[in-house]
């Protein structure tokens, strides 16, 4: 019952997250629990059951932006090992540099990590109209480092 409420409009913590962290930046670093989550939850065995189940940004795409979906299947490159590992590599290196570059000031690094979500919540939200509700999902860094432990710890 909880769960499935939940599912409806966890998408609301994600929307939270960004009105107050865009007026108290060092909020922004709440972006942490839900980059580790999915990591967690792979390396406990359970592969990508955050996504599928918890991940606001992930009801936020399926339940309210998927609406305006054009539902188009998602082009093979997009879900590509190569295409995925470049995502995983530049979007840590964005939060790598910009947390490097704002040691010692948490508004400077949550800023990082509030710019980081928006643009690619903006950029998924564009890519899921045009194909499937849930495209991002398909080469998001930390959905497919989930995916990865869960690989590795199959084999
Ligand atoms: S793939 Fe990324 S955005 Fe999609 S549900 Fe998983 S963690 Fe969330």
Redesign the pocket.
Known sequence: MIKNIYKKYGFFILIVYLILAYFYMPLGLIAIV?MA??IIFALMGKG?Y???NF?P??IF?QNVTGRFSKKKPIPKFLKSTGFRIFMIAFIMANFGIGVYMNLGNPAGIGSVFYRIIVITTIF?VIINTVYMP?T??SF?????I?QFITFCKKK
């Open positions: 839900c989550a999915p990508r955050w996504c599928g991940c940004r992930g795409f998924g849930r991002w999902c998001c860094p930390m959905g497919s989930a």
